[in-house]
């Protein structure tokens, strides 16, 4: 550690799982305010950042993607026990991310759809989140995360204080921001209301309606949702993949996903794939 | 002429007011259009207006529709209304910069142009009388939302076409309106062509109205505007009964109604969103990274878990306790608290419930079944 490095930095570090990267990058996306940051904590372990690799323990590891191989396994459990605080960052971590549409199909589907040798693969039949495997401290939910909510938590975090994250619906930003509901106004199928905050209502406000990716609201109430949207001309096909994607495998999606498509292997993107590559 | 006196206003001449509100030092907002509704927005004049565009509402569902006529007013309401001017979504309250051993306050201040509203609905004026209740009547005066509202010209227009979800004739609070706003207009358009009654409320209106061209109105205006009204109150379809109903939800707290209700809503908070009487908050300090404090209010939902959070938990953890939350204090601890009704049947909870919960149905659910503890209805879930 250099002469001019301040001691009581707090330590922290990004760990990567099953997962795209965008979220652990969504630290680098806060570039106004990334400088002030590693003033205030010592980034020991990034490697979409740097090379340089400090030893644990750390303060505070954040963990990105699901649990999908055995090697995920032990690696999640030995960050855990290097880890003072755990936070996962987006839908892989907190519920499995789309890659979980694996666990609803027979082991071995989708590799046969996608890779010319799957026998290559060492992998798990399923995908899980973190929690399944590791107590974890704190969610942030998101497909990417906020970048936002993540500054918003190492705040919380430096100040000792409970972080100011919502658990209530994307339509209450809607509400705040002034956006006109899409749901009540428009055709669009919004999962908004019983989508968690935290996305400041990003697609709604450009006409979108929310596919979810923050997962469900607390106590959503997804069943009522659909069978609103299904009263009103959407099929249950579109319906079932409108909850099938990023958190496809949050049980209060996949419940009425499931029942939707009335089969234990519903597989409704198998179609489209097997279209594509024909 | 004084207060008291009522006019009549070509379109031109509303189109002077705009502009003499703003060379008097007013923001002029009032109803535009905007993704397919009618919302509040910047007046510059009245070309900005909704001219020829109706609205169709239902329990879950709103649509506008452009007509070929120039009628002005010819739609019932929006989905925010005047709440936010008055009460921000977010507000910034105060900073604080912590240093060695001290704290140091830093006021933000609350200095935002005084508003015109052209445009409000009688509903939304009984709004901004309930919400007053709230934050001027009370022990506790809120002084940014006073500030905003005593300087604030309120014109409202008064309604000629109810929408399916309107029920303000139940709550005595339109589609007239009597009290409660600066000037007070009523479109008409018959044989005496496309104009407004326009009653004057307020000392402030007078000074609007010097340099605008007007004749003072006369009995033909006002039965004009009778008639208008008539057919308003005509059309409304949807009503409340109001009568004892305070005491029915208050001695039906374990309704089986509640439970039924429960599984089709959401608790997306929406309906408190849109209501324009809704007053809650959420008062939380941020930090930032040089160690300054920011206090913040946001809008909060009683249909938020967290809303009711207390140490150990949430005291209303399910969603049927928080409809009934909702519903029985709207409707009839309102009158406890504030000494009024906290709904002004503007019927937004309605229209903009992603689905199609309709207040009145519920409140009237009960009352038809006062004292019952055994209702049958299909549950939702079974359909799935």
Known sequence: MSADTPVARPTLAVWKFASCDGCQLSLLDLEPELLAITRAVQIAHFTEMTRAHVEGPYDVSLVEGSITTEADVARILEVREQSRYLITIGACAATGGVQALRNFVEPG????????????????????PVSAHVVVDYELRGCPIDRF????????LLSHRRPIVATHSVCQECKARGTVCLAVS??????GPVTRAGCNALCPSVGRGCFGCFGPSE?????????????????????????QTFNAAAPAFREVATNLVATKVTLVAQPLMRKERS | MSVGASVVLRVDDL???????????????????????????????????????????????YR???????????WAVGPSGWKPEFFPPHDELWRARVGDGHVELVEIPDEP?????VGARPCEAAALGVLDRVFIDGAHRDTRYVERRENAFVAVVECSSPAATCFCDSMSSGPNIEVGFDLALTELDDDDGHRFLARVGSVRALAALEGVAFVLASAVD???????????????VRHLDVDGLAGVLARNLEHPRWAEVAERCLSCGNCTLVCPTCFCSDVRDATDLDGDVVRQRTWSSCFSVDHSYLHGGAVRPTTQSRYRQWMTHKLSSWWDQFDTTGCVGCGRCVAWCPVGIDLTEEAAAIVRFDGVTSVTRPSVRSHL
């Open chain 1, 219 to 243: 106590g959503a109430n997804v069943g009522s949702l659909m069978q609103w949207l299904r009263s009103h001309g959407h099929a249950d096909v579109t319906l079932a993949r409108l909850l």
């Open chain 1, 149 to 156: 909510q993540l500054l918003e938590v190492i705040l919380a």
């Open chain 2, 113 to 117: 142009r005084p508003l015109a509203v």
């Open chain 2, 15 to 61: 189109a002077t007011l705009i502009t003499r509100l703003s060379e008097l030092g007013y923001e002029v907002k009032g109803p535009v259009v905007r993704a397919g509704a009618i919302v509040s927005g910047a007046l510059s004049g009245v070309g900005d207006l909704p001219k020829g565009v109706h609205d169709e509402q239902g329990p879950g569902e």
């Open chain 2, 64 to 74: 506008i529709a452009h007509g070929d006529d120039d009628h002005l007013f010819d």
């Open chain 1, 186 to 191: 428009g055709e669009s199928a919004c999962l």
């Open chain 1, 109 to 128: 589907t989708y590799p046969a759809m996608v890779y010319a040798h799957p026998e290559y693969l060492r992998a798990l039949d399923t995908s899980t």
């Open chain 2, 222 to 236: 006002f039965s004009a505007r009778d008639a208008v009204l008539e057919g308003a109150r005509r059309r409304m």
